[in-house]
């Protein structure tokens, strides 16, 4: 614990504002809005860079695919381009910024999307050609089996009700056979940031804890997994990070091993 975090004998807003200062400046951080009143622009880096985002639980690469997830989702369009920047200065490429965008669209629409490449700025390029020929549902089985094992038909709904079936294969197919198999972003990458994206949807519970225990079969340590909900505060709020934390919890107590124990 760092002497200037909740706990610690600095946590002072004079300490705290330092800190998101020092880390303003280390990468390059845009500023606030100056349509947003001076005392309240202090108070917001205080809380976002001083608090939240300047926590190392997470590396900062990962740190930065939250951030740019949960922006896209939660629509919050003008911090894109900022966030942009200074993900491909912290060594994204736009390849895997891209591929986070499109990511996304699954869970929170192509609309939002197009709204995300617009304001972050990346210019035209070209991504890594995929095979438009393979079959989407063979993909889509093959990707869920290795991802989620014996789980990769449940956690949604099921397919079995009536009408269901047809939105859920819409989803599987497309989703899993022609988003998550695309190159251009690593395993990791995707795992972060769909676990964020589900965060920052309040609806998405059952995903939510179906991801949660896919990142831990996949090598994502409690303590990051916990971190990854900590770091969307900025964009959902305290109440819904409670929301997702409850979930993720519930994924972590199911392997019979608590979050600050693994700390």
Known sequence: MRDDEPGGPSFTRRNIYATAQAFEAALDLH????????????????????????????????????????????????????????????GLSRVEISELFLQCAIYAGFTKVE????????????????????????ISIDLRTQLHGDRGSSGYSDPDRAHMGELYDLAAEYGYGAIWSRPGLDLRGRLICALAAMTCEPRATQSLRKFAETLLDHGVAEAELSEIVIQTVPFIGFPAAFAAMNVVCDAIDARGVGVRAAE
């Open 31 to 90: 500023e606030i809005d100056a349509a947003v009143p001076g005392d309240v622009r202090r108070l917001i880096s205080e809380y976002e860079r001083g608090v939240i985002m300047v926590r190392d639980r997470l590396d900062l690469r990962s740190r930065f695919i939250v951030w740019l997830s949960a922006a896209c989702v939660r629509g919050a369009t003008h911090r894109l381009r900022g966030l942009t920047h200074q993900a491909v200065q912290s």
């Open 115 to 138: 709204s995300a490449f617009r304001e972050a700025g990346l210019g035209e390029f070209a991504l890594p050609a995929d095979d438009i020929d393979a079959d989407l549902a063979a």
